[in-house]
C-alpha cells in the first residue's frame, strides 16, 4: 500500500494553467478508472473535484479537468484564481487483492 | 442537509483504546459504502477502513489491520471504529466519508481528532 506519488509544490500565475500529476503503479492508477481528486483548504476538511478519472461532481468550476495515461493520472487547473490555492490530493482504488484505497502524499498549489 | 459528524475523539494512553463515531443525516445511510480517512495534522491524508452498505464487507489499511474494527448500525444511521493498541503513530484527525460516485469520497466529516500521548 505504497501511497501515489504527487510533486510536493506547483505554483502559477492567475488566468494560468497548471497541471498536478499522481504516479501509481498498474496495481492501482494504470488498471482502474477510478482515480478521484481532492481539493482542501487550510483547516478545513477535503473536497471532491474528480472522481473516476476525469468526471466532476455537480457545482464544481469546468476549470478543473482530470485525465489519466498509464500508471499516471493528472489533475489540470485553467484560469488560475487565488481561491485554487490549496492543497490537492490524488486517491485510487488499490485493486480487488487487497479492497483498499490509496492516496497520494498531496501538492501544495500556490498562486502567485 | 446531508451531512456525517464525527465524535469520540480525544487523548488516550499509548496501548489504549477509543472508539469513534460517526452520524449520518440528510441521506439514506443504508444504501452507502462508509469509509474513514485520516490525516496528521499538516501531514496528507491516509485512507483506513472501509465497509459496505450492510456491514458484511470490510477492509483495512495495513497500518491498522489487527488493530481497529470498522462497524455500522444502519438503524441509528451511525459508523463506528474501535481502535485498539493505540499508538503515537495513530494520532490524527479522523474523517468519516461518504463513497457516494465512482468509488470516490462526495461527502466528509468535520473530523475527530485523536491524540495518543501519555
Known amino acids: 500500500q505504497s501511497a501515489l506519488t504527487q510533486p510536493a509544490s506547483v505554483s502559477g500565475s492567475p488566468g494560468q494553467s497548471i497541471t498536478i500529476s499522481c504516479t501509481g503503479t498498474?496495481?492501482?492508477?494504470?488498471?482502474?478508472?477510478?482515480v478521484s481528486w481532492y481539493q482542501q483548504h487550510p483547516g478545513k476538511a477535503p473536497k471532491l473535484m474528480i472522481y473516476?478519472?476525469?468526471k466532476r461532481p455537480s457545482g464544481v468550476s469546468n476549470r478543473f479537468s482530470g485525465s489519466k495515461s498509464g500508471n499516471t493520472a493528472s489533475l489540470t487547473v485553467s484560469g488560475l484564481q487565488a481561491e485554487d490555492e490549496a492543497d490537492y490530493y490524488c486517491?485510487?482504488?488499490?485493486?480487488?487483492?487487497?479492497?483498499?484505497?490509496?492516496f497520494g502524499g498531496g501538492t501544495k498549489l500556490t498562486v502567485l | 442537509e446531508v451531512q456525517l459528524v464525527e465524535s469520540g475523539g480525544g487523548l488516550v494512553q499509548p496501548g489504549g483504546s477509543l472508539r469513534l463515531s460517526c452520524a449520518a443525516s440528510?441521506?439514506?445511510?443504508?444504501?452507502?459504502?462508509i469509509h474513514w480517512v485520516r490525516q496528521v495534522p499538516g501531514k496528507g491524508l491516509v485512507w483506513v477502513s472501509r465497509?459496505?452498505?450492510?456491514?458484511?464487507?470490510?477492509r483495512y489499511a495495513d497500518s491498522v489491520k489487527g488493530r481497529f474494527t470498522i462497524s455500522r448500525d444502519n438503524a441509528k444511521n451511525t459508523l463506528y471504529l474501535q481502535m485498539n493498541s493505540l499508538s503515537a503513530d495513530d494520532t490524527a484527525i479522523y474523517y468519516c466519508?461518504?463513497?457516494?460516485?465512482?468509488?470516490?469520497?462526495?461527502?466528509w466529516g468535520q473530523g475527530t481528532m485523536v491524540t495518543v500521548s501519555s
Open positions: 466519508v461518504r463513497d457516494g460516485i465512482g468509488s470516490a469520497f462526495d461527502i
Open positions: 440528510g441521506f439514506t445511510f443504508s444504501s452507502y459504502w
Open positions: 465497509i459496505n452498505s450492510d456491514g458484511s464487507f470490510t
Open positions: 498498474s496495481s492501482d492508477v494504470g488498471s482502474y478508472n477510478l
Open positions: 473516476e478519472g476525469s
Open positions: 486517491c485510487s482504488y488499490a485493486g480487488s487483492t487487497t479492497g483498499t484505497f490509496v
